[in-house]
């Protein structure tokens, strides 16, 4: 079959669906999808709440719960533990088939009756305080992470240990201001990194020790701004940045962030593929499109599949953990096969389509809370023959009798979940870090807005108060409410006032650094500032020959290419007016050192 160009019902651009993609289509038997690959994305997304705590009732008892859900959100609520009990059965929500109503309105009515866990959380010893995370230990306000410990303030860690305000972590023990670093240990505001440790400032480094501020070394020990030093030397200027000074580190922070600027980068993140493209991709292979990738192969137009095994799959939206052929999913993962069009359902499942929360299932069409059970539609128990019957039919039904959601959008077999039914708001979720819009655009489009309750807080102490130096800090400080130096009026979601936690306090202490003056919240917007969007460009290479397009690198190697500009072009998650220096990968690997 030939690639053919549609035009997305939602943006109204074209996209290419290519032969391969109608081959996937083929053999999971769906049709071609009718939104583009970005809207598409921005769907699934709709359905994520990636940090936000929520108080609101239990929908049982009445009680105040910790949640997922806001108290806005148009769905019962059961508290964690007592919606994974046997005190209460799914099935009890069952109804038939209604050939007069689409099936998406009769979904929806499913959704708002049958009660949703309160978080979506598993395994966790000494975590309370996280959400959308699996195996944790002893993790205080970490979100998305899953077989971590003794972790704090983090988002999207795995297998990681000691870790504080990080992002983006794989097998890190002892991190600070981490960003998409892997096996590194003992690693302070670096990112980039892999199989390094004792590392401060530094930026796409490997297998390094004992470095700061330093960038694209590979194998290298006691260098300070990519100049070696002797052992001994190294850590006499070490000493002088004083990194427990609060006022030293922001001046350390402008000139590394400076120093950066002035080498290339590679045009994609990540180490050890085979034939991938997007960003933020490692020891995969064909991998298309995709976005936070790790040990997977055969995906295109995926996301933050980052905990083992994920293949054969398309536009599959976070978790992943040994899943194959998912399609159109979001929070999908641990042991599940053919999922299509399904939020947060994982633990050995198979063969869903439109299913919400379910579990350790197989054969479901439309149902929602189910926990070993199978052949059920819309939460109603049939025979397998029944079930095998009956499918056909409301597909055909679907098409023939489609959902029309609040931006006039049509959705017949094949199309995810309406962002109608969604119980999230636009701004619960992650959309606008990745799709930001203002309010009006919002409502415009047909998305639900929620207008955020703005806490009041009385500080004790200013930011601007606080001691300077680590070493001036007493241990009282935990009992003080402090005014983030953002003040509550940045864009960052600031909850302007905060406290240290013990733990937190001793990390700061016993690793000689200075008290952060942001919020919790603010300090992550900061740092994810380095993150690049789920978007792609093609580009072309900036090596000139023997220098960068700016002038601002000169080549310490001939390049393939030899003194004319390089020819390659690609495609890459770095807007054509970043600052970066893009290169591609033969010249990028040609200058690492």
């Given amino acids: 079959m030939n690639a053919e160009t549609k035009i997305c019902q939602n943006c109204k651009n074209n996209f290419v669906i290519e032969p391969e993609d109608f081959d996937f289509y083929k053999k999971i038997d769906v049709p071609p999808p009718t939104w583009c690959p970005q809207c598409r994305l921005l769907r699934r997304i709709l359905w994520r709440n990636d940090k936000n705590f929520y108080k609101r009732p239990d929908s049982r008892t009445g009680e105040m719960v910790f949640s997922l859900y806001p108290e806005h959100a148009p769905i019962k609520v059961y508290d964690y533990d007592y919606w994974w009990s046997d005190a209460w059965d799914a099935l009890d929500y069952g109804r038939d088939y209604d050939f007069s109503k689409p099936f998406f309105e009769q979904f929806n009515g499913l959704i708002k009756d049958v009660p949703f866990m309160s978080r979506s959380i598993l395994y966790l010893i000494n975590s309370d ?18 077989y971590s410990e003794d972790s704090y303030y983090s988002l999207n860690i795995s297998k990681s240990k000691d870790c504080f305000d990080s992002a983006y972590l794989a097998e890190c023990e002892v991190s600070y201001e981490g960003f998409f670093n892997e096996k590194c240990f003992r690693t302070f505001f670096s990112s980039y990194c892999e199989n390094s440790q004792d ?5 796409n480094c490997v ?10 070394l590979r194998n290298k020990s006691y260098h300070i701004f990519n100049q070696p030093y002797t052992k001994e030397k190294y850590f006499v200027e070490l000493a002088k940045f004083n990194l427990g000074s609060a006022s030293a580190l922001e001046d350390i922070k402008r000139k590394v962030a400076e120093f950066w600027l002035k080498y290339p980068i590679k045009y994609l993140q990540g180490r050890h593929n085979t034939d991938v493209s997007g960003q933020y991709i490692s020891n995969s292979k064909n991998v298309k499109d995709s976005y936070y990738i790790s040990n997977c192969e055969n995906l295109r137009y995926c996301q933050s599949l980052y905990i083992n095994q994920s293949k054969d799959s398309y536009d599959s939206f976070r978790f992943g953990d040994n899943s194959e052929l998912i399609y159109e999913s979001s929070i999908c993962g641990l042991g599940v096969s053919q999922l299509k069009f399904c939020y947060d359902c994982y633990s050995n499942c198979f063969d869903f389509e439109y299913c919400i929360s379910c579990h350790s299932s197989s054969h479901l069409f439309g149902c929602v809370g189910l926990r070993n059970k199978q052949y059920c539609i819309l939460n109603k128990q049939y025979t397998k023959e029944e079930y095998e019957k009956l499918i056909p039919k409301i597909k055909e039904h679907m098409n023939k009798m489609p959902y029309v959601d609040k931006g006039g959008r049509v959705y017949t077999y094949g199309e995810f979940m309406p962002p109608d039914l969604s119980p999230f708001a636009y701004n619960d979720t992650i959309a606008p870090e990745f799709f930001p819009m203002y309010k009006d655009e919002v409502i415009s489009r047909g998305y639900r807005w929620n207008e955020q309750n703005i806490k009041s807080y009385s500080a ?7 001691p300077d130096n680590i070493k001036d800090v007493q241990d009282n400080i935990i009992n003080e409410i402090i005014e983030c130096a953002h003040k509550g009026k940045c864009e960052e979601s600031c909850v302007a006032a905060f406290r240290f936690v013990t733990k937190e306090l001793e990390f700061y202490k016993k690793h000689e650094l200075a008290l952060p003056r942001l919020c919790w919240r603010c300090r992550d917007a900061e740092r994810l500032k380095q993150r690049s969007p789920m978007k792609f460009w093609a580009r072309n290479c900036s090596c000139s020959g023997n220098a960068s397009h700016n002038g601002e690198y000169k080549n310490i190697s001939e390049h393939f290419h030899g003194s004319i500009k390089c020819p390659n072009n690609f495609q890459t998650s770095y807007a054509p007016d970043r600052p970066e220096i893009v290169y591609c990968e033969q010249c990028y690997n040609a200058e690492v050192a």
């Fill in 129 to 146: 305080y996280s959400m959308n995370a699996n195996n944790l230990k002893n993790c205080y306000m970490v979100f998305g992470a899953a």
């Fill in 207 to 216: 297998g390094v020790t004992n470095c700061f501020g330093c960038v694209n």
């Fill in 460 to 466: 004790t102490i200013k930011a601007e108060e606080l």
């Fill in 199 to 203: 590392t401060y400032f530094s930026l």
